[in-house]
């Protein structure tokens, strides 16, 4: 693999400092509860409300700020979301009574959890796009408690409207003004202002991050998330200036993100360099973009397409675009295994997925793919067994439960099977 572009490579940083700081937030939280929240909330965004939960008036106030084409715009993209969200939960069904041996019944019911927490970052941008990524497949699982919660615009006590107008469309029934590891440790603990959930998901900075870490357990979550990032696969046939779009759109999240293209064309990649060039200056986040296609962008040139695709496999990026000539699109992509989403063709644009062709956008990084795929209706269910024996079943499974659990040395196992025999 030839390198055209070269990229800082990431180091595991020294988080000792970040856990310590992270666990002492939690640590706050849990002793001091809502006057700790309120604090943090003045602190990190100048923010003095004393009621952490949005009203319904501040709702209806938020759908007054947001313009009806914007309105339009959010509901179209939920009803994306949501369509491709109930397609996907008709794949998921219940097992009854099946049966390995006569007169013994196992199978598995599909339960959603009670209650989760939508994470949606604030920070310079209003991402109300993520709000409709997480509560609506909550919705569509069946959660009957969905929360969300959301830095406050900075100076003010307001979530952005379109944030609180996209939470309420995602059918969310309680949503609060905090954000930050002092969120994550809330919606975990519980405070006299919020009760805890039995999950939180959503993205969020190295805060947020290392709050799910350390919190993991006493709550569920969906995936410990790094910066997003991109990796396109392309042959001489592929458009350097749509490939180059499509890197910058990655790179402008953060000076984190990543940007990576493997081709197999030499003179190509050297188009997407140049493409890239040209289109920085008419950025608005420039300097972001720059900064993150700067240190972490990169070009490979790939002997061919087999080679593309291995390293694409062991990469395991959160966004894959496959942009190749048609012929060749289904063989590529067949061989692909370890990606958060996948794109397949030049039309298919990574930022229809980040907002409204349905697919969900909270997705695995920083190789996390190999293990795990993105959140989706199914992150909201559980899959827990039953079963029941007959008499005959009972007396023919016990001698062999028996057995096994004298050759363990667990004689309280062996002995709740044999007094089943000797009662009989």
């Known amino acids: 693999m030839k390198e055209l572009k070269s990229c800082k490579k990431r180091t595991e940083a020294d988080r000792t400092a970040l856990r310590q700081a992270v666990g002492e937030i939690i640590d706050n939280v849990v002793k001091n509860g809502d006057q700790a929240l309120i604090e943090y909330n003045e602190k990190f965004d100048q923010c003095r409300r004393q009621s952490l939960r949005i009203s319904q008036q501040e709702i209806q106030e938020a759908y007054e700020k947001v313009s009806p084409e914007d309105l339009a715009d959010i509901k179209k993209a939920a009803a994306n979301i949501e369509a491709f969200a109930r397609a996907q939960k008709e794949t998921v069904g219940s097992l009854k009574d099946f049966s390995p041996a006569p007169g013994i019944k196992l199978g598995h019911r599909v339960i959603p959890v009670q209650s989760c927490c939508c994470y949606v970052p604030g920070g310079g941008y209003p991402l109300y796009s993520t709000a409709l990524m997480l509560g609506i497949p909550a919705r569509v699982a069946g959660v009957s408690r969905i929360t969300a919660c959301s830095p406050v615009i900075k100076g003010t006590t307001e979530i952005h409207p379109k944030t609180l107008v996209a939470m309420d469309v995602a059918g969310i029934d309680e949503i609060y003004a905090l954000g930050g590891a002092q969120a994550i440790a809330a919606f975990s603990y519980g405070t006299d202002q919020i009760q805890p959930v039995n999950m939180i998901v959503g993205p969020g900075n190295s805060f947020v991050t290392e709050a799910k870490r350390q919190c993991y357990g006493r709550v569920g979550i969906d995936f410990v998330a790094g910066p997003s990032e991109?990796?396109?696969?392309?042959?001489?046939?592929?458009?350097?200036?749509?490939?180059?779009?499509?890197?910058?759109?990655?790179?402008?999240?953060?000076?984190?993100?990543?940007?990576?293209?493997?081709?197999?064309?030499e003179a190509l990649g050297r188009a997407v360099l140049e493409a890239v060039e040209q289109q920085l200056p008419t950025l608005d986040t420039e300097e972001i973009a720059r900064s993150s296609w700067k240190d972490f962008g990169e070009i490979l040139i790939a002997e061919d397409l087999d080679e593309a695709v291995e390293y694409a496999n062991n990469y395991a990026p959160e966004h894959l675009e496959v942009n190749v000539a048609p012929e060749k699109i289904d063989q590529v992509a067949e061989s692909l295994c370890n990606y958060g989403s996948l794109f397949l063709g030049g039309n298919t644009a990574e930022v229809f997925g980040d907002y409204a062709s349905g697919t969900n956008h909270t997705l695995p990084t920083l190789g996390a793919a190999r293990y795990t795929g993105g959140v989706w209706v199914g992150t909201f269910l559980k899959i827990c067994t039953y079963q029941s024996m007959s008499r005959d079943a009972m007396m023919n499974i016990a001698p062999l439960v028996s057995n096994l659990a004298r050759g363990e040395g667990l004689t309280?196992?062996?002995?709740?099977?044999?007094?089943?025999?000797e009662k009989e």
Request: hydrophobic share 45%; net charge negative.
């Open 230 to 265: 991109v990796l396109v696969i392309a042959d001489g046939q592929a458009d350097p200036d749509i490939i180059a779009t499509d890197l910058l759109a990655q790179s402008e999240h953060d000076k984190e993100a990543k940007g990576l293209v493997v081709t197999t064309d």
């Open 412 to 421: 309280g196992h062996a002995r709740a099977a044999e007094i089943r025999m």
